[in-house]
């Protein structure tokens, strides 16, 4: 039972193999690296889920009748276009501004 204790006692003292200590190192980093990542995803998708939703046309005083085609939104208002040729202008609360239209 000595031999056996003093085997593993050698074994201890002995250098670590280049490619185990390789081997250690490469895990360690790729866990950083995978935790990181995680980190990150968790990050992005708490901001994007935070952010305010799209105008939708029921948020948008529309004219009675008018079917919207399109929206898009600029800095100072929101347009939208309808299936009839005309284009809305909207402040960016959602009320009616103006109608131009298109030809």
């Known amino acids: 039972m000595t ?16 490619n185990l200590r390789f081997l250690r ?4 980093v ?11 995803v968790v990050v992005v998708l708490v901001t994007r889920l935070r952010a305010p939703a799209p105008i939708s046309t ?3 005083s529309v004219p009675e009748g008018t079917d919207i085609h399109a929206i898009t939104e600029t ?7 309808t299936t009839d ?3 809305l202008i909207f402040a960016p609360d959602g009320t ?7 030809d």
Request: hydrophobic share 45%; proline share 8%.
């Open 3 to 18: 031999k056996v204790t003093r085997v593993s006692e050698d074994m201890e003292q002995l250098p670590e193999p280049a």
């Open 96 to 102: 009616f501004q103006r109608e131009i239209p298109l």
């Open 75 to 81: 800095p100072t208002r929101w347009l939208a276009t």
């Open 85 to 87: 040729d005309r284009l």
């Open 58 to 60: 029921d948020m948008l």
């Open 25 to 28: 190192i490469l895990v360690t």
């Open 30 to 40: 790729l866990t950083v690296v995978m935790i990181g990542g995680l980190l990150t």
